[in-house]
T-cell receptor
Framework: NAGVTQTPKFQVLKTGQSMTLQCAQD?????MYWYRQDPGMGLRLIYY???????DKGEVPNGYNVSRLNKREFSLRLESAAPSQTSVYFCASSERPFSYNEQFFGPGTRLTVL | AQTVTQSQPEMSVQEAETVTLSCTYD???????LFWYKQPPSRQMILVIR??????QNATENRFSVNFQKAAKSFSLKISDSQLGDTAMYFC????????????FGTGTLLAVQP
């Protein structure tokens, strides 16, 4: 059981470049989430998918798009990267959306936009 | 607006001692859930303990326990017999079953356990 996996672990982009962060979970969870973590600000929700086939905006969705490819995979795309998107990105999953259920987190992707 | 406040950016404790991390939250909801997550230097977020608001009994998980004061909107984490492996960033988080429910995190407390 790998839990939640994310690729890549590190990435450096130039302003205006695009990239996709990949996330997969092997726990048969229904819900998946993308967060960003910035110094002094805790984690903030970018997008989430309550169940396969649905996606919704979180607290800070501007500049991002997501795709729930299937039950296992949930990707985050930056179409035109900006320095303000320099952050650590975490994917998480849970059995049900936003409940007492524990959210399981991936190891994170450290993204730097120059 | 729902908010979570952790007023201690950094704390230090000696190995084997007890330390308490504070967390306060603001909500008008009556039913909600509270969590403490740990983020060690490896960055992997791990659930430490959770509490349902309607339960008066404080949650405990081995050396970790909470002091949940619903009226005061306070949810502190007590770590007993601190170990070097407890060194990490600790995040308090809150969720409620509203229309726009989401997990709201505090800004974290960096705990250093000294040998």
């Amino acid at each position: 059981n790998a839990g939640v996996t994310q690729t890549p672990k590190f990435q450096v982009l130039k302003t205006g470049q695009s990239m996709t962060l990949q996330c997969a979970q092997d726990m048969n969870h229904n819900s998946m989430y993308w967060y960003r973590q910035d110094p002094g600000m805790g984690l903030r929700l970018i997008y989430y998918s309550a169940s396969e086939g649905t996606t919704d905006k979180g607290e800070v969705p501007n500049g991002y798009n997501v795709s729930r490819l299937n039950k296992r995979e949930f990707s985050l795309r930056l179409e035109s990267a900006a320095p303000s998107q320099t952050s650590v990105y975490f994917c998480a999953s849970s059995e049900r959306p936003f409940s007492y259920n524990e959210q399981f987190f991936g190891p994170g992707t450290r993204l730097t936009v120059l | 607006a729902q908010t979570v406040t952790q007023s201690q950016p950094e704390m230090s404790v000696q190995e084997a001692e007890t330390v308490t991390l504070s967390c306060t939250y603001d909500t008008s909801e009556s039913n909600y859930y509270l969590f403490w997550y740990k983020q060690p230097p490896s960055r992997q977020m791990i659930l430490v303990i959770r509490q349902e608001a309607y339960k008066q009994q404080n949650a405990t998980e081995n050396r970790f326990s909470v002091n949940f004061q619903k009226a005061a909107k306070s949810f502190s984490l007590k770590i007993s017999d601190s170990q070097l492996g407890d060194t990490a960033m600790y995040f308090c988080a809150f969720i409620y079953g509203g229309a726009t429910n989401k997990l709201i995190f505090g800004t974290g407390t960096l705990l250093a356990v000294q040998p």
